[in-house]
């Protein structure tokens, strides 16, 4: 079994940061391609940024220049730094990954539980 768990949300004024962290737990062969993503009220599940294996990344535009992915492999966790917040970006935000369990076994795509960022003043 394997587990995202997502940390680090939260209120936050607009133009702060915050990052989030997206830890991987169970059976973890390797952590492949990740993404985020984000859903506000009444609007659809959007991609936020992703990142393949070989560490190519890429963002939505309302974002690029903001935020960043990145990870620690010895943790098994996936961050999204996020600066100068806006009110925009205030949304119930996911992380995604294709993770192989054991080296013989395809990937599968896992998700988190979701973690509230609310940018208001």
């Known amino acids: 079994q394997v587990q995202l768990v997502e940390s680090g949300g939260g209120l936050v004024q607009p133009g702060g940061s915050l990052r989030l962290s997206c830890a991987a737990s169970?059976?973890?062969?390797?952590?492949?391609?990740v993404g985020w993503y984000r859903q506000a009220p009444e609007n659809q599940r959007e991609l936020v940024g992703a990142?393949?294996?070989?560490?190519?990344?890429t963002y939505t535009d309302s974002v690029k220049g903001r935020f960043t992915i990145s990870r620690d492999t010895a943790k098994n966790t996936v961050y999204l730094q996020m600066n100068s917040l806006k009110p925009e970006d205030t949304a119930v935000y996911y992380c995604?990954?294709?993770?192989?369990?054991?080296?013989?076994?395809?990937?599968?795509?896992?998700w988190g539980q979701g973690i509230q960022v609310t940018v208001s003043s």
């Open positions: 990142e393949t294996s070989a560490g190519s990344t």
């Open positions: 169970g059976t973890i062969f390797s952590i492949n391609a």
């Open positions: 995604n990954a294709r993770i192989k369990r054991r080296w013989f076994e395809s990937e599968a795509t896992y």
